[in-house]
């Protein structure tokens, strides 16, 4: 699984017009799924995700994981992060899982994360969506479960 994690102060999705997900400050999650990755793969990028400590504490200092902020997840799967733009100009999704092996990973990842007590809100899988979010700091990183 390769994930991009951008911390935002607010961020919603919207699927032919209609918000289907909010948050208020927390993680944006772009969740690609690749034909390799399994079970374990979603609960190892959901646990690394829960512990990171990339939240300010009192003095500035990224020391403060997502639980302890009280902060909320916006999961959105993008199967375009298995995108290969190394020749030509058209980009190759060939690595990018087929959706009947990606949406269960996906589902099981997202359970993992409310298993772990946080709050997941999500896009709607292989739909068209509109993501928007304030990005704080900018603080983006990305996972990789390989």
């Known amino acids: 699984m390769r994930i991009v994690v951008q911390r935002s102060k607010q961020a919603s999705v919207e699927v032919e017009g209609v918000a289907v997900g909010s948050i208020r400050h927390g993680l944006v999650l772009l969740v690609g799924v690749t034909h390799e990755d399994t079970e374990q793969d979603a609960r190892y990028a959901a646990e690394k995700i829960a512990g990171l400590r990339i939240f300010e504490d009192e003095t500035g200092k990224m020391n403060l ?3 302890e902020t009280e902060g909320e997840i916006l ?17 190759n999704f060939m690595a990018a899982a087929k959706p009947e092996h990606a949406e269960p990973l996906y589902e099981q990842f997202n359970d993992h994360l409310r298993r772990l007590g946080l709050k997941v809100e999500t896009g709607v ?18 996972i990789d479960s390989q």
């Open 75 to 91: 999961s959105i799967s993008q199967f375009t992060l298995y995108g290969d733009c190394r020749k030509g100009r058209r980009p």
């Open 125 to 142: 899988f292989g739909a068209m969506m509109d993501v928007s979010l304030v990005n704080d700091g900018p603080v983006t990183l990305i």
């Open 65 to 67: 994981s997502i639980s």
